[in-house]
Structure formats: structure tokens, C-alpha cells
């Protein structure tokens, strides 16, 4: 369900802004002296005031990179004005080639359960977020519980293959969500691998989309990173019928999951605009 209380999230769903970069490597000898400056970056924001958590990754052909949260936008400019200079060409945000990007929160995102400081329930929100065309025309978007028909079908979950195409970098981003679902136990994992695995196939073939990575924290918390080219290409995704299904299936009680969060990040221009959108992220929208 919507909200602007973040206070019982995990700490990557109460994270105000995030900064994302990542560097090409063309050989062994400078892949190793590109893993040994991301681990010196990532302590260097580790060690920083208002660090919450990250993500280190690699993705195929030759590109690793770092994703990391901290509590407000002013906490990561001062994490990125003190970083050693040796990292310096990990952080140029600026001019025609930037190896990555900066996103701030929304101030209105999802929460659901025991991460729900409002009243701890599961549920879903009954109106989806408003694209930014909505918006401009002050037209109500559709409900969340329309036209979900997609069911898991098939002889079992296949892992998704990135699509076959060159690899998007990371700074072609400008938003993107992070959202993790806290599910029951093993048999609650293995009935969503029947909806998950697809969705996403579809989501990676979807007009905007970057890249995907998830995390995995003990015991039974699955949560996803995804970067789209604008906005509204990652609130497409979330229209998808394959997402629709699986919100419904994680809300409709306790019996796969106890607790959820998503937070939508974008670029700072984006901000702006939002903000002089009438109506933009109002309740229950």
C-alpha cells in the first residue's frame, strides 16, 4: 500500500538517493585493477556518513560496477566530493560519457506488513501510479486489480536470458525501483519462481529497460534492483500482467509473504517535473 513512511524498512527501502556507476574492462590485468578501485570505493562509501547499503556487480561482457544507497541526496554529494582520487574516474556524472548516474527517491512508495509503519497490513494499492501523461491530464489510471489473467503455465521456472542485444550502460538509467517482498518459507520461494522467472523474461525485452540484479537476505527476503530509461518505461513494467499477479499473490494475505517495500528513484531533472505535475503521486493512486 502507498506511503511516505519508510521508518520500519529495510534500510535500501528508506535510502533518499543512490548513485550507480560502473567501468568497462577490455583485459584480466584491467579487470583486477577495476575490482581492486571498486573495493576501495565501496569501503569509501561504507565509511560514510549516512551509508545505508550496496551492491557490487558485474555484468556480462566486461563491465562491474556499484550500486549504493544512503539517506539523503546532500549524505551522497559529500560521499562523492570526499572519495580518494584514484576512484575519480568511477564518478564522472557529468559531460557526454558519464560512467553512471544519481537518483533520488520519491517520497512516495509502497509498503506493506511488519516494513509498514502505518499499520502493519498487506495489501496493494488500488489505483497504479499515474505515467507522466496521466498526470499532465489529470486522468485516473488503471486499478491494480483489473485484467490480471497471467498465470504461471509450463513444466517448471527457467531462469530469464538477457535479452540478445548489446549491453545498455548503466548511465542511460534515469529511474529506477528497488523492492524486496519478505516471503514465508522454502514452498512460498518455489511458487514464485513460477511467476517471477517470466515476468521478468518479459520485463528485460520491455522499450527502456537497462539492466536487473537482486539480492538475497537471510532467510527468506528476495529483493529486486531494475534501471529503465525514463519513468515511464518502469511504470509500463509494473502495469505488465505478470507483475500485476505477482503483487496481488504477495497481498492478498500472509501465506507467501509477511512484509514488502518498493521505492522508485529517478533522476533529479525528473524530480522537478514531477513535482509541478498536478497530483502526481496522491493517495491511493
Given at each position: 500500500?502507498?506511503?511516505?513512511?519508510?521508518?520500519?524498512?529495510?534500510?535500501?527501502?528508506?535510502?533518499?538517493a543512490m548513485v550507480v556507476v560502473e567501468r568497462r574492462f577490455e583485459t584480466a590485468m584491467d579487470a583486477r585493477r577495476a575490482r581492486s578501485a571498486r573495493r576501495d570505493l565501496?569501503?569509501?562509501?561504507?565509511?560514510?556518513?549516512?551509508?545505508?547499503?550496496?551492491?557490487?556487480?558485474?555484468?556480462p561482457p566486461r563491465t562491474l560496477g556499484i550500486a549504493s544507497y544512503f539517506s539523503t541526496r546532500d549524505k551522497l554529494d559529500h560521499a562523492?566530493?570526499?572519495a580518494p582520487s584514484h576512484v575519480e574516474p568511477w564518478l564522472r556524472l557529468g559531460g557526454a560519457h558519464p560512467t553512471g548516474r544519481v537518483?533520488?527517491?520519491e517520497p512516495s512508495g509502497y509498503t506493506n506488513g511488519i516494513w509498514r509503519a502505518e499499520d502493519g497490513r498487506m495489501g496493494h494499492i488500488e489505483r497504479f501510479t499515474p505515467t507522466s501523461v496521466e498526470a499532465a491530464r489529470e486522468a485516473e489510471p488503471p486499478r491494480v486489480d483489473a485484467a490480471s489473467t497471467e498465470r504461471p503455465t509450463g513444466r517448471g521456472p527457467k531462469k530469464p536470458r538477457q535479452a540478445k542485444r548489446e549491453p545498455r550502460p548503466i548511465s542511460d538509467a534515469h529511474a529506477m525501483f528497488v523492492g524486496a517482498t519478505k516471503y514465508t518459507g522454502p514452498t512460498a520461494l518455489i511458487a514464485l519462481a513460477r511467476i517471477y522467472y517470466p515476468?521478468?523474461?518479459h520485463?528485460?525485452?520491455?522499450?527502456?529497460?537497462?539492466?536487473?540484479?537482486t539480492y538475497y537476505e537471510f532467510p527468506f527476503t528476495l529483493g529486486t534492483l531494475a534501471f529503465f530509461e525514463r519513468r515511464d518505461d518502469l511504470l509500463a513494467?509494473?502495469?505488465?500482467?505478470?507483475?500485476?499477479?505477482?503483487?496481488?499473490?504477495?497481498?492478498k494475505d500472509t501465506t507467501n509473504g509477511t512484509a514488502g517495500y518498493i521505492r522508485l528513484h529517478v533522476a533529479p531533472e525528473s524530480v522537478t517535473r514531477l513535482a509541478a505535475a498536478p497530483d502526481a503521486t496522491r493517495p491511493g493512486s
Open positions: 500500500m502507498r506511503s511516505t513512511d519508510f521508518s520500519l524498512a529495510p534500510p535500501q527501502g528508506r535510502a533518499g565501496a569501503a569509501h562509501f561504507a565509511d560514510s556518513p549516512g551509508f545505508l547499503w550496496q551492491k557490487s556487480y558485474r555484468r562523492l566530493v570526499t537518483l533520488e527517491a515476468m521478468i523474461a520485463m528485460v525485452t520491455m522499450r527502456g529497460y537497462v539492466w536487473f540484479t513494467f509494473a502495469r505488465m500482467p505478470g507483475h500485476r499477479h505477482l503483487m496481488q499473490w504477495i497481498t
